[in-house]
């Protein structure tokens, strides 16, 4: 007799693991031991321009080429009115790559709001509560689940907990999340079983961005200076040269 597949796990069914809160602590005493007080910024709006432009970019570029938009363009309804050629221009002109896509992000998402609200602002966000916001957010173009997350974990401090190529990876490899699950089931997860506290959420972002960033990079994972060496059961794989390091 066949006994019938177990069911494959789901964002809303697969457990934490118990060691997520040993993992957490690791990384932030690691990457972020005193994490920065919450704020609020004044105009979200900012935010979600400046994470648009971070996609595909260094941190330098995204700076300087925000830097460059604020100085062409004091008012966004001046962007709006230059429109998708003159904001590649800017951007261009400032450097970094994807400038005709994330100019036509910007326009296309300043048109929907003058489309849809009395003005080019998004200072109300700071009184809705977090599922309007990512209602708001997640209907204009252009915007999807991480860059909404953005928004809210950085922009309003609220416990959000996005997911980029680096959080995606360190999960995969620490067996937290299995194989083929994409970015956005790994976000679904991270929302579910995260303490839903902004410090908590904040700094495992950033900290688990650090460690990626620093330790578990894509090609060459540097496993002999990873605190999570014990916890990892990618690490017999990735560095065979480790097998002394494993052992209890």
Not at 38 to 46: A, Q, V
Not at 68 to 80: M, S
Not at 150 to 179: K, N, Q, S
């Amino acid at each position: 007799m066949t006994l019938p597949a177990a069911p494959r796990p789901t964002p809303d069914t697969l457990p934490a693991p118990p060691h997520l809160p040993e993992i957490a602590r690791r990384l932030r005493e690691r990457y972020l031991p005193d994490p920065p007080v919450p704020t609020r910024s004044r105009e979200p709006l900012d935010g979600l321009i400046s994470t648009i432009l971070s996609q595909q970019n260094t941190a330098p570029i995204t700076r300087r080429q925000f830097a460059a938009l604020k100085a062409a363009y004091p008012r966004w309804e001046a962007a709006l009115a230059d429109g998708p050629d003159g904001i590649e221009g800017v951007l261009k002109e400032a450097g970094g790559g994807l400038s005709r896509i994330k100019a036509g992000y910007i326009h296309a998402a300043l048109a929907h709001l003058d489309d849809t609200r009395a003005e080019l602002s998004l200072r109300d966000l700071r009184d809705l509560p977090d599922a309007d916001v990512r209602t708001l957010l997640e209907g204009m173009p252009g915007v999807g689940m991480k860059t909404a997350s953005c928004v809210l974990l950085f922009e309003l401090a609220r416990p959000a907990m996005p997911v980029d190529t680096h959080i995606w990876r360190i999960a995969g490899r620490l067996g937290l999340t299995p194989e083929g699950w994409n970015a956005v089931k790994v976000e679904r997860w991270f929302d579910r079983v995260l303490p839903r506290e902004w410090g908590a959420r904040y700094t495992f972002h950033v900290a688990t961005i650090r460690h990626g960033r620093e330790t578990c990079r894509a090609r060459h994972p540097r496993c002999d200076a990873c605190v999570l060496l014990d916890l990892c059961p990618s690490a017999a794989l990735l560095a065979p040269r480790l097998p002394a390091m494993l052992q209890p």
